[in-house]
């Protein structure tokens, strides 16, 4: 599906990032695994992927800062000259409530999902427009269109994420450039560790499907989306919760 791609997914080291970064890999793409903290994980998606006779590569970049996410973008260019679907995963999630959230939090939040949706999604474009095609697909989340009470930076952060994309696609069409988001639900990740059972049983009390998502349920919409199948849709927001949300 993904036969030469050059497929950049950040925050590839874990969760729906790495599980992206591997179903690319194994549907012929030439991937890129962004990492900035967790090197060692970054580098064991690496070698499964190479184990598996897929190519894959690792670059080290905050994508919350830009002298990074620059020099991410020329490594790119110098070692494949194009880049073809670009996966805004990296994230973070903290809840805290309006009255106990301090400035830092929030600046925190922002930068990484926010900023770095922007920046990268600001120099994957450039060299898109210059091919002429692409794809970017950025992570949303149902909290980002639903909201969640003690989330409300956090549902900020990927409400942006909704008109970013919309607008984006809008901006870029005519370049044959397609900009999508995904929403995931209640996903199993390091992103739901730290709640106790009972919050997660009551998670999947409100999805119709009785169980909480894997990452490769979101990793499946991201590999259609950056397929030729997915070639007409564009600006669109696509939920994968298990109907929790309608």
Same mark, same amino acid.
């Given at each position: 599906?993904? %036969? ?27 991937? &890129?695994?962004? +990492?900035?903290?967790?090197?060692? *994980? ?6 499964? &992927?190479?184990?598996? $006779? ?11 800062? %830009? ?26 999630? *903290?809840?805290?409530? #309006?009255?106990?959230?301090?400035? %830092? #939090?929030? @600046? ?16 994957? !474009? ?12 950025? #992570?949303?989340?149902? =909290? ?5 009470? $003690?989330?409300?930076? +956090? !549902?900020?952060?990927?409400?942006? =994420?909704? $008109? ?12 044959? &450039? ?11 990740? @390091?992103? /739901?560790? &730290?709640?106790? @059972? ?11 499907? %009785?169980? /909480?998502? *894997?990452?490769? @349920? ?29």
């Amino acid at each position: 599906m993904l %036969e030469g791609k050059v497929v950049l997914v950040t925050g590839a080291s874990r969760g729906i990032g790495r599980a992206t970064a591997l179903m690319a890999a194994q549907n012929h793409a030439k991937v &890129i695994v962004n +990492y900035n903290n967790s090197e060692d *994980k970054a580098a064991e998606l690496v070698d499964m &992927i190479r184990e598996q $006779g897929y190519e894959a590569t690792m670059i080290k970049a905050d994508v919350s800062n %830009e002298d990074e996410v620059k020099q991410m973008f020329k490594q790119i260019k110098k070692d494949y000259s194009r880049i073809d679907v670009l996966v805004n995963n990296a994230g973070i999630m *903290k809840d805290s409530l #309006l009255m106990f959230t301090k400035a %830092e #939090l929030f @600046d925190e939040i922002i930068n990484t999902n926010c900023k770095g949706t922007f920046l990268c999604s600001r120099y994957a !474009s450039k060299m898109m427009i210059k091919q002429k095609s692409g794809k970017i697909i950025n #992570l949303s989340s149902i =909290i980002g269109t639903q909201g969640s009470k $003690g989330q409300s930076i +956090y !549902s900020g952060s990927k409400a942006f =994420i909704v $008109g970013f994309t919309k607008s984006l696609a809008k901006e870029l069409g005519s370049y044959n &450039i397609k900009v999508n988001a995904v929403a995931p639900g209640s996903i199993e990740t @390091d992103m /739901l560790k &730290i709640y106790d @059972d009972e919050i997660l049983e009551n998670l999947k009390s409100n999805i119709s499907l %009785e169980r /909480l998502g *894997k990452p490769e @349920d979101v990793a499946n919409v991201i590999i259609f989306l950056s397929s030729d199948m997915g070639n007409y849709v564009s600006g669109q927001v696509i939920g994968v919760d298990g109907c929790q949300t309608l």
